[in-house]
């Protein structure tokens, strides 16, 4: 079993839709969460922390449930430059991230 | 403030041949990371660097080696490339410490290494 773990996709939505991601991890000991956002052939990079609390980031917004040991991402009214791929990552000690496989996000006009 | 830079951006090999790859980061990190992703695979950690002079193994750090001689240069080699070496290459860097709870452990990562060995 991977250890974070994403449905690949993709996720064909229409623009304005909302559009919910989910993540698994196995590890309970498990200690922060991000949301990366990887475009077409280019680098990943940081979309937002996943706190416990959750938190929103303007149409993005992240939520944890450690009971469960899963994480959401939830897009309000999707951009077409709202389409790559969201990269679930956890962080379990050190400085080490995990990475998830990754779910494609396709916005169409 | 180029950031994370690597090169090359691409490279063909034949199989057996060697080869290094570049990373350079301008940022004063402590941390440096290779990692290797493939279709469905995501990421996965080849080699990281907690600093100078220091290297570790991550999860698929068969057929490869690094070294990091400089704070800022994370280099990876391939003694004898082979085909299932296929991958695109990211290298990262993040600071010891975070500046903020919101980047904690945020990693920043170089434009990638496309790498085909035939």
């Known amino acids: 079993r991977k250890e974070v773990e994403q449905d690949p996709g993709p996720f064909n939505v229409p623009e304005g839709a909302t559009v919910a991601f989910n993540c698994t991890y196995s590890?309970?000991?498990?200690?922060?969460f991000f949301w990366y956002r990887q475009d077409c052939r280019k680098e990943p990079k940081l979309l937002m922390s996943?706190?416990?609390s959750g938190n929103e980031d303007g149409r993005f917004t992240a939520q944890l449930n450690r009971a469960s040991q899963y994480i959401s991402l939830l897009i309000r009214d999707s951009k077409l430059s709202d389409s790559a791929t969201y990269l679930c990552?956890?962080?379990?000690?050190?400085?080490?991230?995990?990475f998830g496989g990754g779910t494609r996000l396709m916005v169409k006009p | 403030n180029a950031g994370v830079t690597q090169t090359p951006k691409f490279r063909v090999l034949k199989t057996g041949q060697s080869m290094t790859l570049l990373c350079a980061q301008d940022?004063?990190?402590?941390?440096m990371y290779w990692y290797r992703q493939d279709p469905g695979m995501g990421l996965r950690l080849i080699h990281y660097?907690?600093?100078?002079?220091?290297?570790a193994k991550g999860e698929v750090p068969d057929g490869y080696n690094v070294s990091r001689l400089k704070k800022q240069n994370f280099l990876l080699g391939l003694e004898s490339a082979a085909p299932s070496q296929t991958s695109v290459y990211f290298c990262?860097?993040?600071?010891?410490?975070?500046?903020?709870?919101?980047?904690?452990?945020?990693?920043?990562f170089g434009p990638g290494t496309r790498l085909t060995v035939l």
């Open positions: 990262a860097s993040s600071p010891s410490r975070g500046s903020g709870r919101s980047r904690l452990y945020e990693q920043f």
């Open positions: 590890n309970s000991a498990s200690q922060s």
């Open positions: 996943v706190y416990s």
């Open positions: 990552v956890v962080h379990n000690a050190g400085n080490m991230l995990t």
């Open positions: 940022m004063n990190h402590e941390y």
């Open positions: 660097s907690v600093g100078e002079g220091t290297t």
